[in-house]
Nanobody
């Protein structure tokens, strides 16, 4: 089974930057795609960015395009989310997740809080 451990959240002022990390560990496991999601109080969970475990395909939501970048280090089994130009509306709990088969995300991290003050 796989465990996802997130780190890097915190409190920053508008315009600041943070880098989130998500390290996957455990027994040998299948990988297809990893993603970052976020959920603010009273709102539905939304996708932020996704990256395939092999190849170079990525997806970034329009709301963060040009500010956030998703990247991957296969050797470290780690996915990163570089967040620049943070805005108060980016405030949320950020989760990483793993889609092992291409048929849906089933493994989730514990979440890390990102708070952006104005």
């Amino acid at each position: 089974q796989v465990q996802l451990v997130e780190s890097g959240g915190g409190l920053v002022q508008a315009g600041g930057s943070l880098r989130l990390s998500c390290a996957a560990s455990g027994r040998a496991f299948s990988r297809y795609e990893m993603g970052w999601f976020r959920q603010a109080p009273g709102k539905e969970r939304e996708v932020v960015a996704q990256i395939r475990w092999s190849g170079s395909s990525t997806y970034v939501a329009d709301s963060v395009k040009g500010r956030f970048t998703i990247s991957r280090d296969n050797a470290k089994n780690t996915v990163y989310l570089q967040m620049n130009g943070l805005k108060p509306e980016d405030t949320a709990v950020y989760y990483c997740a793993l889609d092992q088969t291409g048929r849906g995300y089933t493994i989730w991290g514990q979440g890390t809080q990102v708070t952006v003050s104005s």
